[in-house]
């Protein structure tokens, strides 16, 4: 074995002196922040990174913005964009309970003023009363997912733990993605069933002049196949539904945005609306339910009871027994009503 000179030894001290220089700053950063370490917070991270730069990933998708795997800027815009719509889904659901809980304590169910009728008259097709169950089941589920996204962390979480949290998050997410399209389908039928008796006219004037008989006994103001109240869940659902329909796919499919800002408008946008028609839906609930004495048989069975339809939709009724009069040649002395069985 030959033995090193001073030369040489001195040659490679220097040597490993310069790789030490030139490694240094790797290996300073390595001590600071080392991503596998326990100790290591989200926070640190975020900070090491700083600013607008992210942890960048290798995609095969046309959607580029999925490759941003960690961004610090997103955790401040889930800040920002989390208090107005925390607050107004806030106030929708609690609000509206609250509204309804006093109309209840004050008004009470709302009752058929002239008693249960022995007959029935047909209000909804077979088909209607899909496009209808088809759009709420749908809706509740997506209004239940979507308020476990702005308040499980702070509802479910403490009261059912990580594990129950965890899971109802990941499917509530699944269902969610999926659901919507149910509601868009019967968005659409319902749309296209009913326009034709949303149009605003002189009736629903009146019918607003008197209060549309909610808050007094006995008083029913005229209506057509829908009173002016209806017409408003009607539209509510038709502009809200399609607001909603637009700004959730483009949360699906975020190449369709464009640009991270205008996803971000997409996102406010979903979660203010989303508040809105929670609201009037709440109210639209109770009053096809426990609000009122007959109404739900509508979306039922499909009929009513006769005297409830009179109350509640006067001039439609005289129109459904006029059209079969006629169609029975004018003999029929009660058509478009059978008895109740
Ligand atoms: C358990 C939940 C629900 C019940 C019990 C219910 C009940 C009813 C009833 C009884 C009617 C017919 C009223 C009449 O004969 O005049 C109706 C109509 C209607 N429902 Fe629902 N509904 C529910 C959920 C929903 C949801 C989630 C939506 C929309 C997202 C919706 C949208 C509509 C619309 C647009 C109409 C026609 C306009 C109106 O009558 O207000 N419903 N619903």
Redesign the pocket.
Known sequence: MTRLSKLDRLIAVLALGLMAIVAWPDISQAQQINPTAESVTEDALMEALGGDAQVQGRISIPDELASGLIKPGNSGWADTHGGPVRTANFIAVVGMLAVLVLFYLIRGRIRIDSGPSNQRIQ?FGALERFG?WL??VS??VLALTGLNLVFGRAVILPLFGEAAFGTLSAWGKLAHNYMSFAFMLGLVM?FSL?VVHNFPDKVDANWLRHGGGLFKKGVHPPAKK?NAG?KG??WS?TIG?AALSFTGVMLLFPELAGSEANWQLNQIIHGLVAAVLTAV?IA??YI??VGMEG??D??ASGE?DLNWAKEH?SIWVEDVQGKQAQSDDGTAPRPGTQPAE
């Open positions: 209000r209808h759009m709420a809706f509740i319902t009913w829908f209806q869940i009607f659902v539904g839906i639209h609930i096809g339910s109404a739900f509508a979306m009513v939709h």
